[in-house]
């Protein structure tokens, strides 16, 4: 199947501090990524839409904000959490769209907020 | 409001019998569903998908059934092997809206040697 990276793949970081985590589709163009966020125990939870070249869609009670998305390629989607706090703590997991119906996903990304 | 249902939150197989996992949904405009598997600390990985047009999808081991009018699918798998104990996430969409994938909550699956 299609690749899809994550980078990093874990980050510590202080209160405050932005991070900035990277999705990129390896083998593929994707027009569409998305992002998600899973708590421990519980599924996963999409964030918004990132569409290369236009304004990522975010989902009802995500703040566009402080969960900045760049699009600016069909390979490379950005995620920066700002001014990020330990309840941001999370793993964040990016899909990449690759036909119709198909998503693949990223290995995820690890935070942790000190 | 989960719209994707899993309720059973974990299920145990022993290796060779079939496991099934169950899945319901609320939304009837979702007319194309999948299933992932997930290992701790990793992307969740695709495995198989169906349809609504279709109540029955196999592909070698693992064969996902829809049932529209229950609003429910399963994933069977068969035989069970060790290496299928991950948490198994079912998710739908909608073909031709923005087809954001809606998951369920997960049922982690353990296979007894």
């Known amino acids: 199947g299609a690749v899809v990276s994550q980078h990093p793949s874990w980050v510590i970081c202080k209160s405050g501090t932005s991070v900035k985590i990277e999705c990129r589709s390896l083998d593929f163009q994707a027009t569409t990524m998305f992002w998600y966020r899973q708590f421990p125990k519980q599924s996963l939870m999409l964030m918004a839409t990132s569409n290369e070249g236009s304004k990522a869609t975010y989902e009802q009670g995500v703040e566009k904000d402080k969960f900045l998305i760049n699009h600016a390629s069909l390979t490379l989607s950005t995620l920066t959490v700002t001014s990020a706090h330990p309840e941001d703590s999370s793993f964040y997991i990016c899909?990449?769209?690759?036909?119709?119906?198909?998503?693949?996903f990223g290995p995820g990304t690890r935070l942790l907020v000190l | 409001d989960q719209q994707v249902k899993q309720n059973s939150p974990s299920l145990s197989v022993q290796e060779g019998r079939i496991s099934i996992l169950n899945c319901d949904y609320t939304?009837?405009?979702?007319?194309?569903f999948l299933w992932y598997k997930k290992y701790p600390a990793e992307g969740p990985t695709f495995l198989i998908s169906i349809s609504s047009i279709k109540d029955k999808n196999e592909d070698g081991r693992f064969t996902v059934f829809l049932n529209k009018s229950a609003k429910h699918l399963s994933l069977h798998i068969v035989p069970s092997q060790p290496g299928d104990s991950a948490v198994y996430f079912c998710?739908?969409?909608?073909?031709?809206?923005?087809?954001?994938?809606?998951f369920g909550t997960g049922t982690r699956l353990t296979i007894i040697p």
């Open positions: 939304n009837s405009m979702f007319d194309y």
């Open positions: 899909s990449a769209k690759h036909g119709p119906e198909t998503q693949y």
């Open positions: 998710a739908a969409l909608v073909s031709f809206g923005n087809e954001k994938l809606t």
